[in-house]
């Protein structure tokens, strides 16, 4: 018996203001989740009432039809085995962990074969080389090569996988409940498959975000996950144990939502120049213990200017409220290059400015390419232009991408025509406010 078709999707993101003070748990971060999202469409196949073990098939019909196949059963212990020689760490862990949750055992009724398809939109990944296939609902990118070999683009297709390969995992097992009402189930144990699959506990924006959708973020305390003891074949039991009371308990992130003011949006520029992230940041972390205390006072100093942003946001919101009609003129102002007699604007592009500051400055102490200078000359070329607040290099920086705060009106495929924007491609995204999303199956049948 095969059972109705679910799907569930989850947004990328981009942390707009956070960057390397996201990995400390007494600083808050802004992150924006984006409208390219990780799909995926899960079903089961029962062929009898009780059973010993289980097959969990995941495919990527966008990469060549890529596979990943996982034998469950009670010789193992329940440890999910990869059958067909392709690894996947995320896949790995989310599997484990999810099994490790629910507790299978002997006897009880589960399907046989659960297969998940994988889908990214289009920008999570250069589309290089790529086709385009629709159904009139939804349209995908397609490649001829497998996943590793496409280039991303850094809006966290790791954790968007995670996040929604959790889900649907989750849906095969706990049918009976409403899993959108199960969120921080879904984010532990998502956090915790993502962190394992990495080999290091990572901050957790791109996680939460993919689940919570646009948040003001402040991370978990990273000695939960280390406590956990490491799975080994003769302590499945204790891992198991020890891991369902850290999935249960209260992990105290923040994770308040937020949106980007009224007639603003986020827009992203892909420069493919490509940084090593864990690289930029044993370099920071190098340089923050070799230079503490001044180290902790240029944090604080990033951390003030990261508070006086978001005061800013909440700023423009609170006057679109109370005055509408002075807000759509700031509006018209920001795009005419007119905007100096806002004092919300001058408090925005001074806490953005004193962002920009303080991570060139470690960038020159640190040997660490946060803001590098041409990412510097490119934010300032963008700065110029009307319509346009200013721009960081999000996250852990480097030459990956640069963001862009303009109003909805401004279209920067159209300003940036000259010679010094050559290498940048802006992507087509939205903000979102919605993290993980039920889908309807259709969109997903007959791409051709």
């Given at each position: 018996m095969k059972n109705m078709e679910r799907a569930y999707s989850a947004p990328g993101k981009v942390l707009l203001v956070g960057g390397y003070l996201v990995l400390d748990p007494k600083y808050d971060s802004y992150v924006v989740a984006v409208s390219s999202r990780m799909h995926a469409v899960v079903s089961e196949e029962k062929y009898n009432e009780t059973l010993d073990g289980f097959h969990i098939q995941f495919t990527s019909p966008?990469?060549?039809?890529?596979?990943?196949?996982?034998?469950?059963?009670?010789?193992?212990?329940?440890?999910?085995?990869e059958v067909s020689g392709n690894r996947n760490p995320f896949l790995e862990k989310t599997v484990l962990n999810v099994l490790s949750f629910i507790g299978p055992?002997?006897?009880?009724?589960?399907?046989?074969?659960?297969?998940?398809?994988?889908?990214?939109?289009?920008?999570?990944?250069?589309?290089?080389?790529?086709?385009?296939?629709?159904?009139?609902l939804k349209s995908f990118q397609f490649h001829k090569t497998g996943i590793?070999?496409?280039?991303?683009?850094?809006?966290?297709?790791?954790?968007?996988?995670?996040?929604?390969?959790?889900?649907?995992?989750?849906?095969?097992?706990?049918?009976?409940?409403?899993?959108?009402?199960?969120?921080?189930?879904?984010?532990?144990?998502?956090?915790?498959?993502?962190?394992q699959a990495q080999g290091k506990i990572g901050s957790g924006f791109d996680v939460a975000a993919a689940v919570y959708g646009s948040i003001k973020y402040r991370r978990f305390q990273p000695d939960l996950i280390s406590r956990l003891p490491t799975l080994s074949s003769d302590n499945y039991r204790e891992y198991r144990f020890e891991m369902s009371k850290l999935i249960k308990s209260n992990w105290n992130i923040k994770h308040e939502s937020i949106v980007l003011p009224a007639g603003?949006?986020?827009?992203?520029?892909?420069?493919?120049?490509?940084?090593?992230?864990?690289?930029?940041?044993?370099?920071?972390?190098?340089?923050?213990?070799?230079?503490y205390p001044r180290s902790e006072e240029i944090y604080n100093n990033i951390n003030e200017a990261n508070l006086?942003?978001?005061?800013?946001?909440?700023?423009?919101?609170?006057?679109?409220?109370?005055?509408?009609?002075?807000?759509?003129?700031?509006?018209?102002?920001?795009?005419?290059?007119?905007?100096?007699?806002?004092?919300?604007?001058?408090?925005?592009?001074?806490?953005?400015?004193?962002?920009?500051?303080?991570?060139?400055?470690?960038?020159?102490?640190?040997?660490?390419?946060?803001?590098?200078?041409?990412?510097?000359?490119?934010?300032?070329?963008?700065?110029?232009?009307?319509?346009?607040?200013?721009?960081?290099?999000?996250?852990?920086?480097?030459?990956?991408?640069v963001s862009i705060i303009s109003t909805e009106d401004t279209n920067l495929n159209e300003n940036t025509t000259s010679s010094e924007?050559?290498?940048?491609?802006?992507?087509?995204?939205?903000?979102?406010?919605?993290?993980?999303?039920?889908?309807?199956?259709?969109?997903?049948?007959?791409?051709?």
């Open positions: 966008q990469f060549n039809n890529e596979c990943w196949n996982y034998s469950v059963n009670s010789q193992n212990g329940y440890v999910p085995v055992a002997s006897g009880k009724t589960f399907p046989n074969v659960i297969k998940i398809d994988i889908y990214s939109d289009a920008g999570y990944h250069s589309q290089n080389n790529s086709i385009t296939r629709s159904n009139g590793a070999q496409v280039p991303k683009t850094g809006l966290g297709s790791s954790a968007g996988l995670v996040v929604v390969c959790t889900t649907a995992l989750l849906s095969c097992f706990l049918n009976d409940n409403p899993l959108l009402d199960e969120l921080d189930l879904i984010h532990n144990l998502s956090q915790l498959s993502h962190c603003l949006r986020l827009v992203l520029g892909d420069v493919r120049g490509g940084s090593e992230t864990v690289e930029l940041v044993k370099k920071v972390k190098l340089w923050y213990t070799n230079n006086s942003f978001i005061d800013a946001m909440l700023q423009l919101q609170q006057l679109q409220k109370a005055d509408n009609d002075k807000y759509k003129g700031l509006l018209k102002a920001i795009n005419t290059g007119n905007d100096q007699q806002f004092k919300e604007i001058l408090h925005l592009k001074a806490a953005i400015a004193k962002i920009r500051e303080n991570f060139r400055l470690i960038t020159q102490e640190s040997g660490a390419d946060i803001e590098p200078e041409a990412q510097t000359k490119l934010l300032d070329a963008c700065s110029q232009l009307n319509g346009v607040i200013g721009g960081v290099v999000p996250g852990a920086g480097g030459y990956d991408a924007f050559d290498s940048v491609t802006w992507l087509d995204l939205k903000q979102e406010a919605v993290g993980l999303k039920l889908e309807n199956p259709e969109y997903y049948r007959d791409l051709n």
